[in-house]
């Protein structure tokens, strides 16, 4: 039972500290704004991780081209994690560390959002994915733990869960992109 009190109050705690920082609270807000002024203008907002954060990033993904509250129009959105054979052969091709930079740089446009999810802020994968859309005019947005890693140098907008514990960080990185996400909807399609 020790465990179970231990990791909720932890989670409830690295939240509260979210709650308490209001740079992070803006910079959460402001995120919110460039993605809508980007699919208004009818670019994308692409998502990149790895392990779970491959999972945050699927799931977040899904939230905007699929439906996050309520019934409405589909937003261009997606994870670059989910051609199993575009990724496999690149791994294999050219190594791990470049599957992302090369899709964005065959698939990116300036004005598109890219949203690369790593708790290190240290993925190199990633952090080329980074350096690629810096090339090309693309927004980027760092979801990280608190140091913000390799990825706080390049990030456009950094969004550094203060924890330096994966799980705890995971679970706020859930809660921020859900917050976002419920913006964007609110906003794009606001109910009558």
């Known amino acids: 039972m020790d465990i179970v009190r231990r990791s909720i109050d932890a989670s409830i705690a690295t939240k509260q500290q979210i709650l308490a920082n209001e740079k992070l609270l803006n910079t959460i807000n402001e995120v919110a704004q460039v993605m809508i002024k980007a699919l208004r203008e009818g670019k994308r907002v692409l998502w990149c991780g790895n392990g779970g954060s491959a999972a945050d990033a699927q799931h977040l993904a899904a939230e905007l081209s699929g439906r996050f509250y309520y019934d409405r129009p589909p937003l261009n959105s997606e994870a670059l994690h989910c051609n199993t054979s575009y990724l496999t052969a690149v791994a294999n091709d050219y190594g791990y560390d470049l599957i992302y930079s090369r899709m964005i740089d065959g698939a990116c446009k300036p004005g598109d959002v890219l949203v690369g999810i790593s708790t290190s802020g240290n993925s190199k994968n990633?952090?080329?994915?980074?350096?690629?859309?810096?090339d090309l005019g693309v927004v980027t947005v760092a979801m990280t733990g608190e140091s913000?890693?390799?990825?706080?140098?390049?990030?456009?907008?950094?969004?550094?869960?203060?924890?330096?514990?994966?799980?705890?960080?995971?679970e706020s990185h859930i809660m921020v992109g859900h917050i976002i996400c419920e913006i964007v909807e609110a906003q794009m399609f606001p109910r009558v």
């Open 126 to 134: 990633i952090c080329n994915a980074f350096r690629k859309a810096k």
């Open 148 to 170: 913000g890693g390799e990825m706080k140098k390049m990030a456009d907008y950094l969004l550094n869960i203060p924890s330096a514990d994966t799980p705890r960080i995971q």
